[in-house]
Protein backbone atom coordinates (compact mmCIF):
# COMPACT_ATOMS: atom_id res chain seq x y z
CA UNK A 1 0.00 0.00 0.00
CA UNK A 2 1.37 3.30 -1.07
CA UNK A 3 1.84 6.05 2.39
CA UNK A 4 2.76 8.90 -0.03
CA UNK A 5 0.76 9.46 -3.64
CA UNK A 6 1.38 12.14 -5.77
CA UNK A 7 -0.89 12.41 -8.86
CA UNK A 8 -0.23 15.25 -11.39
CA UNK A 9 0.81 17.63 -9.24
CA UNK A 10 1.52 21.28 -10.35
CA UNK A 11 3.24 24.29 -8.77
CA UNK A 12 3.70 27.82 -10.45
CA UNK A 13 5.85 30.45 -8.89
CA UNK A 14 4.54 33.29 -11.15
CA UNK A 15 3.89 31.61 -14.79
CA UNK A 16 7.03 29.62 -14.31
CA UNK A 17 6.52 25.43 -13.28
CA UNK A 18 8.15 24.72 -10.52
CA UNK A 19 6.50 21.65 -10.78
CA UNK A 20 5.17 20.29 -14.35
CA UNK A 21 2.91 17.69 -13.33
CA UNK A 22 4.76 15.29 -11.03
CA UNK A 23 3.33 11.41 -10.37
CA UNK A 24 5.48 9.40 -7.19
CA UNK A 25 4.08 6.78 -4.89
CA UNK A 26 6.08 5.23 -2.13
CA UNK A 27 4.58 2.38 -0.54
CA UNK A 28 4.91 1.91 3.34
CA UNK A 29 8.38 1.21 4.94
CA UNK A 30 10.19 2.10 1.70
CA UNK A 31 12.34 5.49 1.02
CA UNK A 32 11.90 6.64 -2.25
CA UNK A 33 15.11 9.32 -2.78
CA UNK A 34 14.22 12.46 -4.70
CA UNK A 35 17.37 13.42 -6.93
CA UNK A 36 17.87 16.23 -8.71
CA UNK A 37 19.73 19.58 -9.51
CA UNK A 38 19.45 23.24 -7.60
CA UNK A 39 15.91 24.50 -8.85
CA UNK A 40 14.73 21.22 -9.84
CA UNK A 41 11.44 21.12 -7.94
CA UNK A 42 12.50 18.80 -5.06
CA UNK A 43 12.20 21.24 -1.97
CA UNK A 44 8.82 22.65 -3.60
CA UNK A 45 7.44 19.24 -3.54
CA UNK A 46 8.54 18.43 0.11
CA UNK A 47 6.94 21.70 0.96
CA UNK A 48 3.16 20.57 -0.80
CA UNK A 49 3.69 17.62 1.12
CA UNK A 50 3.82 18.66 4.61
CA UNK A 51 1.15 21.26 4.02
CA UNK A 52 3.76 24.50 3.87
CA UNK A 53 2.76 25.31 0.25
CA UNK A 54 -0.60 25.06 -1.31
CA UNK A 55 -0.05 23.10 -4.90
CA UNK A 56 -1.68 24.40 -8.04
CA UNK A 57 -3.01 21.71 -9.44
CA UNK A 58 -3.28 17.86 -9.14
CA UNK A 59 -3.07 15.99 -5.57
CA UNK A 60 -0.93 14.51 -3.30
CA UNK A 61 -2.12 12.21 -0.58
CA UNK A 62 0.18 12.03 2.97
CA UNK A 63 -1.09 8.79 4.92
CA UNK A 64 -4.60 8.82 3.78
CA UNK A 65 -5.42 12.29 4.29
CA UNK A 66 -4.83 15.40 1.10
CA UNK A 67 -3.02 17.70 1.64
CA UNK A 68 -4.97 20.41 1.07
CA UNK A 69 -8.17 18.85 2.43
CA UNK A 70 -7.01 17.95 5.76
CA UNK A 71 -3.77 19.64 6.39
CA UNK A 72 -4.28 18.87 10.20
CA UNK A 73 -4.10 14.96 9.53
CA UNK A 74 -1.35 14.84 7.26
CA UNK A 75 0.95 17.39 10.13
CA UNK A 76 -0.39 14.41 12.37
CA UNK A 77 1.19 12.06 10.19
CA UNK A 78 4.63 13.24 9.23
CA UNK A 79 8.38 14.56 10.45
CA UNK A 80 10.33 17.08 8.65
CA UNK A 81 13.58 18.07 8.15
CA UNK A 82 14.65 20.85 6.09
CA UNK A 83 17.50 22.22 4.73
CA UNK A 84 18.67 23.91 7.95
CA UNK A 85 18.33 22.37 11.43
CA UNK A 86 15.46 24.06 12.58
CA UNK A 87 15.89 23.97 15.92
CA UNK A 88 16.25 26.39 18.87
CA UNK A 89 19.72 27.85 19.22
CA UNK A 90 19.29 28.98 22.84
CA UNK A 91 17.56 25.80 23.75
CA UNK A 92 19.79 22.82 25.01
CA UNK A 93 19.39 19.41 22.99
CA UNK A 94 17.13 18.39 25.58
CA UNK A 95 14.37 21.22 25.69
CA UNK A 96 14.64 21.44 22.36
CA UNK A 97 13.44 17.53 21.81
CA UNK A 98 10.84 18.62 24.99
CA UNK A 99 9.33 21.10 23.11
CA UNK A 100 8.39 19.52 20.22
CA UNK A 101 7.26 16.47 21.95
CA UNK A 102 4.81 18.48 23.60
CA UNK A 103 4.26 20.52 20.38
CA UNK A 104 3.08 16.75 18.96
CA UNK A 105 0.87 16.38 21.86
CA UNK A 106 2.46 13.68 23.54
CA UNK A 107 1.98 12.63 26.99
CA UNK A 108 4.53 13.43 29.51
CA UNK A 109 5.45 10.24 30.47
CA UNK A 110 6.13 9.19 27.09
CA UNK A 111 8.18 12.63 26.27
CA UNK A 112 10.30 11.78 29.28
CA UNK A 113 11.03 8.08 28.18
CA UNK A 114 11.79 8.85 24.92
CA UNK A 115 14.30 11.91 24.97
CA UNK A 116 16.79 9.69 26.53
CA UNK A 117 16.44 7.29 23.80
CA UNK A 118 16.86 9.29 21.20
CA UNK A 119 19.75 11.18 23.09
CA UNK A 120 21.55 7.57 23.10
CA UNK A 121 20.48 6.56 19.94
CA UNK A 122 21.66 9.92 18.16
CA UNK A 123 25.14 9.73 20.40
CA UNK A 124 24.07 13.24 22.13
CA UNK A 125 23.59 11.67 25.46
CA UNK A 126 26.98 14.31 26.70
CA UNK A 127 25.42 17.22 25.06
CA UNK A 128 21.86 17.16 26.17
CA UNK A 129 22.32 19.91 28.66
CA UNK A 130 24.07 22.00 26.49
CA UNK A 131 22.73 25.47 24.42
CA UNK A 132 22.23 23.80 20.57
CA UNK A 133 24.21 26.91 19.77
CA UNK A 134 27.65 25.63 21.03
CA UNK A 135 26.53 22.64 18.19
CA UNK A 136 28.51 21.62 15.40
CA UNK A 137 26.73 21.00 12.32
CA UNK A 138 26.72 17.81 12.53
CA UNK A 139 25.30 17.57 16.22
CA UNK A 140 22.35 19.92 15.02
CA UNK A 141 21.82 18.09 12.33
CA UNK A 142 21.24 14.70 14.06
CA UNK A 143 19.39 16.38 16.78
CA UNK A 144 17.30 17.99 14.04
CA UNK A 145 16.34 14.48 13.35
CA UNK A 146 15.62 13.42 16.64
CA UNK A 147 13.45 16.05 17.21
CA UNK A 148 11.55 15.09 13.62
CA UNK A 149 10.67 11.46 14.87
CA UNK A 150 9.83 11.67 18.56
CA UNK A 151 6.73 11.17 17.90
CA UNK A 152 7.65 7.88 16.19
CA UNK A 153 6.17 9.93 12.90
CA UNK A 154 4.72 7.04 10.01
CA UNK A 155 6.06 9.18 7.32
CA UNK A 156 9.31 11.28 7.23
CA UNK A 157 10.32 14.01 4.63
CA UNK A 158 14.05 14.87 5.00
CA UNK A 159 15.31 17.96 2.71
CA UNK A 160 18.95 17.21 1.77
CA UNK A 161 19.80 15.85 5.24
CA UNK A 162 23.54 16.03 4.67
CA UNK A 163 23.90 19.13 2.87
CA UNK A 164 26.72 20.96 4.37
CA UNK A 165 28.06 18.19 6.79
CA UNK A 166 31.15 16.64 6.86
CA UNK A 167 32.24 13.01 5.37
CA UNK A 168 31.87 11.68 9.31
CA UNK A 169 28.83 13.03 10.24
CA UNK A 170 27.37 12.45 6.47
CA UNK A 171 28.24 8.73 7.18
CA UNK A 172 26.63 8.88 11.21
CA UNK A 173 23.20 10.93 9.37
CA UNK A 174 23.42 7.25 6.94
CA UNK A 175 23.71 5.10 9.62
CA UNK A 176 20.51 6.84 11.77
CA UNK A 177 17.98 7.46 8.73
CA UNK A 178 18.77 3.60 7.64
CA UNK A 179 17.76 3.03 11.33
CA UNK A 180 14.62 4.78 10.60
CA UNK A 181 14.00 2.54 7.75
CA UNK A 182 13.96 -0.38 9.99
CA UNK A 183 11.65 0.56 12.08
CA UNK A 184 8.93 0.84 9.17
CA UNK A 185 8.89 4.43 8.38
CA UNK A 186 7.87 5.87 5.06
CA UNK A 187 11.00 8.09 4.29
CA UNK A 188 11.22 10.54 1.18
CA UNK A 189 14.77 11.94 0.62
CA UNK A 190 15.98 14.97 -1.17
CA UNK A 191 19.24 14.78 -2.42
CA UNK A 192 21.95 16.47 -4.98
CA UNK A 193 24.26 13.67 -4.67
CA UNK A 194 23.49 10.06 -6.51
CA UNK A 195 26.01 8.25 -4.55
CA UNK A 196 23.51 9.36 -1.36
CA UNK A 197 20.39 8.23 -3.41
CA UNK A 198 22.08 4.80 -4.32
CA UNK A 199 22.95 4.24 -0.93
CA UNK A 200 19.94 4.98 1.05
CA UNK A 201 16.71 4.42 -1.15
CA UNK A 202 14.73 1.47 -2.10
CA UNK A 203 13.50 3.31 -4.94
CA UNK A 204 15.22 6.75 -7.08
CA UNK A 205 13.15 9.19 -8.55
CA UNK A 206 15.43 11.87 -10.88
CA UNK A 207 13.48 15.17 -11.23
CA UNK A 208 14.64 18.25 -13.42
CA UNK A 209 12.95 21.96 -13.85
CA UNK A 210 9.69 20.22 -12.27
CA UNK A 211 9.30 16.60 -14.22
CA UNK A 212 10.24 13.19 -13.14
CA UNK A 213 12.89 12.32 -15.60
CA UNK A 214 13.38 8.74 -14.53
CA UNK A 215 12.23 6.26 -11.78
CA UNK A 216 13.60 2.86 -10.57
CA UNK A 217 15.46 1.05 -7.87
CA UNK A 218 19.17 2.42 -7.95
CA UNK A 219 20.36 -0.86 -10.10
CA UNK A 220 18.20 -0.44 -12.64
CA UNK A 221 19.34 3.72 -13.26
CA UNK A 222 22.98 2.51 -12.25
CA UNK A 223 22.40 0.20 -15.44
CA UNK A 224 21.45 2.68 -18.24
CA UNK A 225 23.69 5.58 -16.91
CA UNK A 226 26.55 2.86 -16.52
CA UNK A 227 28.43 1.50 -12.69
CA UNK A 228 31.10 2.92 -13.27
CA UNK A 229 32.85 6.32 -15.52
CA UNK A 230 35.72 5.44 -17.54
CA UNK A 231 37.67 9.00 -17.55
CA UNK A 232 40.31 9.30 -20.46
CA UNK A 233 43.10 12.72 -21.00
CA UNK A 234 43.93 12.19 -24.29
CA UNK A 235 47.40 13.72 -25.34
CA UNK A 236 45.60 16.56 -27.55
CA UNK A 237 42.47 17.32 -29.54
CA UNK A 238 43.59 15.90 -33.05
CA UNK A 239 43.67 12.31 -30.53
CA UNK A 240 40.47 13.28 -29.50
CA UNK A 241 38.71 13.82 -32.74
CA UNK A 242 39.91 10.23 -33.64
CA UNK A 243 39.10 8.90 -30.26
CA UNK A 244 35.34 9.96 -30.66
CA UNK A 245 35.42 8.84 -34.21
CA UNK A 246 36.36 5.31 -33.28
CA UNK A 247 34.55 5.27 -30.31
CA UNK A 248 31.62 6.28 -32.44
CA UNK A 249 32.21 3.46 -35.19
CA UNK A 250 31.92 0.53 -32.32
CA UNK A 251 29.09 2.13 -30.92
CA UNK A 252 30.08 2.91 -27.10
CA UNK A 253 28.09 6.13 -25.94
CA UNK A 254 30.54 8.46 -24.39
CA UNK A 255 30.41 12.17 -23.49
CA UNK A 256 33.60 14.25 -24.91
CA UNK A 257 35.04 17.78 -23.69
CA UNK A 258 38.05 19.18 -25.55
CA UNK A 259 40.52 16.20 -24.87
CA UNK A 260 38.88 14.76 -21.96
CA UNK A 261 36.44 11.32 -23.19
CA UNK A 262 34.09 10.16 -20.13
CA UNK A 263 32.64 6.47 -21.15
CA UNK A 264 29.91 4.82 -19.07
CA UNK A 265 30.87 1.27 -18.56
CA UNK A 266 29.56 -1.54 -15.96
CA UNK A 267 33.15 -1.04 -14.43
CA UNK A 268 34.25 -4.63 -15.14
CA UNK A 269 37.79 -5.44 -16.18
CA UNK A 270 36.94 -6.91 -19.94
CA UNK A 271 34.78 -3.77 -20.76
CA UNK A 272 37.45 -1.23 -19.58
CA UNK A 273 40.24 -3.37 -21.62
CA UNK A 274 37.95 -3.39 -24.51
CA UNK A 275 37.83 0.54 -24.31
CA UNK A 276 41.55 0.45 -24.16
CA UNK A 277 42.92 -2.03 -26.77
CA UNK A 278 40.77 -0.37 -28.92
CA UNK A 279 42.69 3.08 -28.38
CA UNK A 280 45.80 1.31 -27.91
CA UNK A 281 44.95 -0.68 -31.81
CA UNK A 282 44.24 3.22 -33.48
CA UNK A 283 47.66 4.60 -31.66
CA UNK A 284 45.40 7.18 -29.97
CA UNK A 285 48.11 8.96 -27.12
CA UNK A 286 46.58 8.82 -24.08
CA UNK A 287 47.84 11.10 -21.16
CA UNK A 288 46.15 9.71 -18.31
CA UNK A 289 42.75 7.73 -17.34
CA UNK A 290 40.99 7.01 -14.34
CA UNK A 291 37.81 4.96 -13.22
CA UNK A 292 35.29 6.87 -10.96
CA UNK A 293 31.67 6.43 -9.67
CA UNK A 294 29.00 8.14 -11.61
CA UNK A 295 28.02 11.31 -10.04
CA UNK A 296 24.83 13.56 -10.47
CA UNK A 297 26.38 14.99 -13.73
CA UNK A 298 26.56 12.21 -15.37
CA UNK A 299 22.90 10.99 -14.68
CA UNK A 300 21.92 14.29 -15.37
CA UNK A 301 23.65 14.06 -18.84
CA UNK A 302 22.64 10.61 -20.11
CA UNK A 303 19.00 11.75 -19.04
CA UNK A 304 19.06 15.30 -20.77
CA UNK A 305 22.32 15.32 -22.98
CA UNK A 306 23.77 18.63 -21.17
CA UNK A 307 25.70 19.65 -18.04
CA UNK A 308 23.23 20.52 -15.02
CA UNK A 309 22.61 24.23 -14.86
CA UNK A 310 23.65 26.29 -11.77
CA UNK A 311 20.48 27.89 -10.32
CA UNK A 312 20.41 30.22 -7.69
CA UNK A 313 17.50 29.63 -5.28
CA UNK B 1 -12.20 14.06 9.78
CA UNK B 2 -12.22 12.72 6.07
CA UNK B 3 -12.92 14.86 3.34
CA UNK B 4 -12.56 14.32 -0.47
CA UNK B 5 -10.92 16.76 -3.07
CA UNK B 6 -12.18 16.69 -6.46
CA UNK B 7 -10.77 18.01 -9.33
CA UNK B 8 -13.29 19.48 -11.90
CA UNK B 9 -12.45 19.51 -15.66
CA UNK B 10 -11.63 22.66 -16.72
CA UNK B 11 -14.59 22.90 -18.93
CA UNK B 12 -16.88 22.03 -15.77
CA UNK B 13 -15.86 26.03 -14.03
CA UNK B 14 -17.79 26.42 -11.53
CA UNK B 15 -18.69 29.54 -10.46
CA UNK B 16 -18.53 31.16 -6.68
CA UNK B 17 -21.72 32.57 -7.08
CA UNK B 18 -23.74 29.09 -7.73
CA UNK B 19 -21.83 28.00 -4.58
CA UNK B 20 -23.12 30.70 -2.32
CA UNK B 21 -26.67 30.65 -3.74
CA UNK B 22 -26.50 26.87 -3.32
CA UNK B 23 -25.81 27.82 0.64
CA UNK B 24 -23.74 24.10 0.06
CA UNK B 25 -21.67 24.90 3.44
CA UNK B 26 -19.59 21.19 3.45
CA UNK B 27 -18.03 22.45 0.03
CA UNK B 28 -15.18 24.61 0.07
CA UNK B 29 -13.20 26.22 -3.10
CA UNK B 30 -9.73 24.88 -3.16
CA UNK B 31 -8.35 26.82 -6.30
CA UNK B 32 -8.34 30.28 -7.48
CA UNK B 33 -9.78 28.96 -10.56
CA UNK B 34 -12.85 27.18 -9.34
CA UNK B 35 -11.77 23.98 -10.68
CA UNK B 36 -11.33 22.29 -7.21
CA UNK B 37 -13.72 21.54 -4.69
CA UNK B 38 -13.96 20.13 -1.08
CA UNK B 39 -16.77 18.03 -0.16
CA UNK B 40 -16.55 17.21 3.51
CA UNK B 41 -18.03 14.07 4.29
CA UNK B 42 -17.52 13.90 7.99
CA UNK B 43 -17.02 17.35 9.73
CA UNK B 44 -13.56 18.23 10.26
CA UNK B 45 -12.11 17.88 13.41
CA UNK B 46 -12.11 20.98 15.44
CA UNK B 47 -9.08 22.73 16.87
CA UNK B 48 -9.88 22.14 20.24
CA UNK B 49 -9.18 24.66 22.94
CA UNK B 50 -7.57 23.25 25.04
CA UNK B 51 -4.88 21.86 22.37
CA UNK B 52 -4.13 25.96 21.83
CA UNK B 53 -3.71 26.79 25.15
CA UNK B 54 -1.26 23.79 25.44
CA UNK B 55 0.66 25.17 22.25
CA UNK B 56 0.81 29.13 23.02
CA UNK B 57 1.56 27.16 26.63
CA UNK B 58 4.88 25.50 25.43
CA UNK B 59 5.88 28.34 22.81
CA UNK B 60 5.65 31.33 25.72
CA UNK B 61 7.65 29.11 27.84
CA UNK B 62 9.98 28.45 25.08
CA UNK B 63 10.57 32.10 24.73
CA UNK B 64 10.67 33.31 28.16
CA UNK B 65 13.56 30.77 28.56
CA UNK B 66 15.39 32.38 25.90
CA UNK B 67 15.24 35.62 28.35
CA UNK B 68 17.72 33.87 30.85
CA UNK B 69 19.50 31.99 27.64
CA UNK B 70 20.52 34.49 25.91
CA UNK B 71 22.97 36.98 27.02
CA UNK B 72 22.56 39.59 24.64
CA UNK B 73 18.49 39.78 26.10
CA UNK B 74 19.78 39.64 29.92
CA UNK B 75 22.47 42.32 29.29
CA UNK B 76 20.03 44.88 27.19
CA UNK B 77 16.84 43.97 29.78
CA UNK B 78 19.48 45.42 32.79
CA UNK B 79 21.98 47.95 31.49
CA UNK B 80 19.54 49.38 29.00
CA UNK B 81 17.35 51.05 31.75
CA UNK B 82 19.65 52.13 33.90
CA UNK B 83 21.94 53.86 31.37
CA UNK B 84 18.95 55.70 29.71
CA UNK B 85 17.96 56.75 33.38
CA UNK B 86 21.10 57.55 34.69
CA UNK B 87 21.85 59.42 30.96
CA UNK B 88 18.51 61.19 30.23
CA UNK B 89 19.01 62.26 33.99
CA UNK B 90 22.48 63.58 34.40
CA UNK B 91 22.69 65.22 30.96
CA UNK B 92 18.89 66.94 30.65
CA UNK B 93 18.20 67.83 34.38
CA UNK B 94 20.18 71.00 34.61
CA UNK B 95 19.11 72.16 31.38
CA UNK B 96 15.41 71.45 30.80
CA UNK B 97 12.00 73.54 32.71
CA UNK B 98 9.78 71.49 33.21
CA UNK B 99 7.48 73.23 35.72
CA UNK B 100 6.19 72.49 39.16
CA UNK B 101 7.64 68.90 39.12
CA UNK B 102 11.04 68.04 39.27
CA UNK B 103 13.01 66.71 36.42
CA UNK B 104 13.51 63.15 37.56
CA UNK B 105 10.06 62.72 38.28
CA UNK B 106 9.05 64.20 35.22
CA UNK B 107 11.35 62.00 33.05
CA UNK B 108 10.25 58.58 34.65
CA UNK B 109 7.37 58.03 33.49
CA UNK B 110 8.85 58.80 29.50
CA UNK B 111 11.95 56.32 30.32
CA UNK B 112 9.64 53.76 31.62
CA UNK B 113 7.33 53.85 28.39
CA UNK B 114 9.97 54.56 26.16
CA UNK B 115 11.51 51.19 27.60
CA UNK B 116 8.08 49.64 27.33
CA UNK B 117 8.09 50.79 23.44
CA UNK B 118 11.42 49.24 23.03
CA UNK B 119 11.25 46.43 24.87
CA UNK B 120 7.78 45.35 22.58
CA UNK B 121 10.51 45.14 19.45
CA UNK B 122 11.91 41.88 20.63
CA UNK B 123 8.83 40.21 19.01
CA UNK B 124 9.33 41.73 15.81
CA UNK B 125 13.10 40.09 16.03
CA UNK B 126 12.03 37.20 17.68
CA UNK B 127 9.53 36.48 15.00
CA UNK B 128 11.89 37.43 12.07
CA UNK B 129 14.44 35.26 13.45
CA UNK B 130 12.27 32.88 13.70
CA UNK B 131 11.54 32.79 9.49
CA UNK B 132 14.67 32.96 8.63
CA UNK B 133 16.12 29.84 10.94
CA UNK B 134 13.35 27.65 9.37
CA UNK B 135 11.85 27.35 12.45
CA UNK B 136 8.41 28.66 11.42
CA UNK B 137 8.47 26.40 8.35
CA UNK B 138 9.19 23.54 10.78
CA UNK B 139 5.97 24.55 13.66
CA UNK B 140 3.84 25.20 10.14
CA UNK B 141 4.67 21.13 9.88
CA UNK B 142 3.32 20.35 13.19
CA UNK B 143 -0.16 19.78 14.14
CA UNK B 144 -0.38 22.65 15.92
CA UNK B 145 -2.22 26.78 15.78
CA UNK B 146 1.53 27.97 14.35
CA UNK B 147 0.43 31.66 15.22
CA UNK B 148 0.96 30.12 18.87
CA UNK B 149 4.32 30.86 18.43
CA UNK B 150 3.83 34.61 18.16
CA UNK B 151 1.46 34.64 21.07
CA UNK B 152 4.26 33.00 22.73
CA UNK B 153 7.04 35.80 21.79
CA UNK B 154 4.30 38.66 22.59
CA UNK B 155 3.51 37.08 26.14
CA UNK B 156 7.23 37.16 27.02
CA UNK B 157 7.28 40.69 25.90
CA UNK B 158 5.41 41.53 28.83
CA UNK B 159 7.04 39.45 31.26
CA UNK B 160 10.58 41.42 29.65
CA UNK B 161 9.12 44.34 30.36
CA UNK B 162 7.94 43.96 33.57
CA UNK B 163 11.14 42.94 34.82
CA UNK B 164 12.59 46.11 33.00
CA UNK B 165 10.00 48.12 34.41
CA UNK B 166 11.25 47.34 37.91
CA UNK B 167 14.95 47.61 37.39
CA UNK B 168 14.12 51.30 36.14
CA UNK B 169 11.73 51.96 39.17
CA UNK B 170 14.73 50.87 41.40
CA UNK B 171 17.43 53.10 39.79
CA UNK B 172 15.05 56.23 39.64
CA UNK B 173 14.24 55.31 43.55
CA UNK B 174 18.03 55.27 43.92
CA UNK B 175 18.22 58.53 42.53
CA UNK B 176 15.78 59.95 44.84
CA UNK B 177 12.31 59.63 42.91
CA UNK B 178 10.10 59.42 45.63
CA UNK B 179 6.28 58.85 44.03
CA UNK B 180 3.08 59.55 45.68
CA UNK B 181 0.91 56.87 44.59
CA UNK B 182 -1.02 54.36 46.18
CA UNK B 183 -1.70 50.84 45.70
CA UNK B 184 -4.54 51.92 43.26
CA UNK B 185 -2.63 53.87 41.37
CA UNK B 186 0.34 51.30 40.88
CA UNK B 187 -2.30 48.79 39.83
CA UNK B 188 -3.42 51.17 37.17
CA UNK B 189 -0.13 51.72 36.37
CA UNK B 190 0.84 48.18 35.64
CA UNK B 191 -2.60 47.63 34.34
CA UNK B 192 -2.28 50.48 31.54
CA UNK B 193 1.69 49.39 30.69
CA UNK B 194 0.45 45.49 30.19
CA UNK B 195 -2.25 46.58 27.45
CA UNK B 196 0.29 48.97 26.25
CA UNK B 197 3.26 46.52 25.82
CA UNK B 198 0.58 44.27 24.58
CA UNK B 199 -0.37 46.19 21.85
CA UNK B 200 3.13 47.41 20.68
CA UNK B 201 4.04 43.66 20.58
CA UNK B 202 1.53 43.05 17.91
CA UNK B 203 2.42 45.66 15.86
CA UNK B 204 5.93 44.45 15.90
CA UNK B 205 5.08 41.19 15.07
CA UNK B 206 4.17 43.09 11.57
CA UNK B 207 6.89 44.66 11.33
CA UNK B 208 8.60 41.20 11.71
CA UNK B 209 6.74 39.33 9.47
CA UNK B 210 6.95 42.50 6.98
CA UNK B 211 10.71 42.52 7.46
CA UNK B 212 13.03 40.43 4.95
CA UNK B 213 16.06 39.96 7.28
CA UNK B 214 16.77 40.28 10.85
CA UNK B 215 18.93 43.56 9.91
CA UNK B 216 15.82 44.96 8.70
CA UNK B 217 13.72 44.68 11.50
CA UNK B 218 15.89 46.70 13.32
CA UNK B 219 15.85 49.59 11.30
CA UNK B 220 12.20 49.43 10.87
CA UNK B 221 11.38 48.97 14.87
CA UNK B 222 13.74 52.05 14.98
CA UNK B 223 11.77 54.35 12.11
CA UNK B 224 8.72 53.51 14.06
CA UNK B 225 9.44 53.42 17.89
CA UNK B 226 11.50 56.21 17.57
CA UNK B 227 9.56 59.27 16.27
CA UNK B 228 6.85 58.06 18.54
CA UNK B 229 8.62 58.09 21.93
CA UNK B 230 10.89 61.20 21.46
CA UNK B 231 8.15 63.40 19.47
CA UNK B 232 6.03 63.02 22.99
CA UNK B 233 5.53 64.15 26.08
CA UNK B 234 8.26 61.70 27.21
CA UNK B 235 11.27 64.06 28.02
CA UNK B 236 10.33 67.70 27.42
CA UNK B 237 6.79 69.11 27.87
CA UNK B 238 4.86 69.29 24.82
CA UNK B 239 4.98 72.95 24.59
CA UNK B 240 8.13 74.11 23.97
CA UNK B 241 8.01 72.17 20.45
CA UNK B 242 6.54 74.03 17.49
CA UNK B 243 3.43 74.03 15.58
CA UNK B 244 2.56 70.63 13.66
CA UNK B 245 4.68 68.54 15.98
CA UNK B 246 3.07 69.95 19.35
CA UNK B 247 0.03 68.69 17.37
CA UNK B 248 1.20 65.68 17.34
CA UNK B 249 3.01 64.87 19.73
CA UNK B 250 -0.04 66.23 22.18
CA UNK B 251 -2.52 63.62 20.74
CA UNK B 252 -0.53 60.74 20.01
CA UNK B 253 -0.91 57.18 22.10
CA UNK B 254 2.62 57.73 23.60
CA UNK B 255 2.08 60.73 24.65
CA UNK B 256 -1.40 59.31 26.34
CA UNK B 257 0.11 56.82 28.04
CA UNK B 258 3.31 58.48 29.20
CA UNK B 259 0.83 61.63 30.49
CA UNK B 260 -1.26 58.81 32.22
CA UNK B 261 1.40 57.10 33.68
CA UNK B 262 2.75 60.66 35.50
CA UNK B 263 0.12 61.71 36.73
CA UNK B 264 -0.77 58.51 38.69
CA UNK B 265 2.49 58.14 39.67
CA UNK B 266 2.88 62.30 41.01
CA UNK B 267 -0.71 62.43 42.13
CA UNK B 268 -2.20 64.99 39.65
CA UNK B 269 -5.31 65.37 37.28
CA UNK B 270 -5.27 62.18 34.88
CA UNK B 271 -7.88 64.04 32.66
CA UNK B 272 -9.00 61.32 29.40
CA UNK B 273 -5.42 59.86 29.31
CA UNK B 274 -5.85 56.80 30.94
CA UNK B 275 -9.45 56.24 28.60
CA UNK B 276 -7.06 57.53 25.42
CA UNK B 277 -4.36 55.20 26.41
CA UNK B 278 -7.09 52.27 26.36
CA UNK B 279 -8.08 53.49 23.48
CA UNK B 280 -5.02 53.89 21.53
CA UNK B 281 -4.09 50.36 22.36
CA UNK B 282 -7.11 48.62 22.11
CA UNK B 283 -7.51 50.23 18.58
CA UNK B 284 -3.62 49.08 17.41
CA UNK B 285 -4.42 45.21 18.88
CA UNK B 286 -7.63 45.21 16.89
CA UNK B 287 -5.74 46.79 13.72
CA UNK B 288 -2.63 43.90 14.61
CA UNK B 289 -3.44 40.72 15.31
CA UNK B 290 -5.65 39.58 12.67
CA UNK B 291 -2.80 41.69 9.78
CA UNK B 292 -0.18 39.77 12.08
CA UNK B 293 -1.86 36.43 11.51
CA UNK B 294 -3.00 37.22 7.88
CA UNK B 295 0.84 37.58 6.85
CA UNK B 296 2.04 35.01 9.41
CA UNK B 297 -0.68 32.37 7.21
CA UNK B 298 0.33 33.76 3.68
CA UNK B 299 4.02 33.79 4.55
CA UNK B 300 5.84 31.38 1.98
CA UNK B 301 2.51 29.53 0.95
CA UNK B 302 2.33 31.91 -2.61
Redesign the interface.
Known amino acids: MSIINIENLKKF?GKLPVLDGINLSVPQGTMLALLGPNGAGKTTTI?IL?????P????AIVN?Y?V???P??V??S?G?T??????????TGK?NLE??G????MHKKDIKRRIPELLERFELTNAASR?VRTYSGGMRRKLDLAACIIASPPVVFLDEPTTGLDPRSRLATWEIIREMMRSQTTILLTTQQLEEADQLANNIAFINEGKIIAEGTSDDLKLRVGGRRLEILLKDNKNAVTASQILEINNIKFNIENRAVNIPTNGNISSLTNILALMEKNSIQIDTFSLRKPTLDDVFMYYTGHKTKDFKN | MMSLCITLDTKQKISKTNLHQDNTKPIRIMSNDFTRIEVCIKPKEPHLFTDLLTDIWVLTRRSLLHIIKNIDQILGLTIQPIMFMLLFYFVFSGAIEVGDVDYLSFLLPGILVQSLAFGSLYTSLSVATDLQRGITDRLKSLPINSTASITGHVLADLVRNLIQGIILLFTSFFLGFNPSAGVKEWLIIIALSAVFTFAISWLSAIMGLAAKTIESVNWLGFIVIFPLTFASAAFVPTETMPFGLRQFAQNQPVTHIIEAIRALLLGMETGNHIKMSLIWSLIIIAISVPITTILFKQHGRN
Open positions: FKSTLLKDGGRGDTCDRGRRILGQYAAIDEFLELFMLYHA
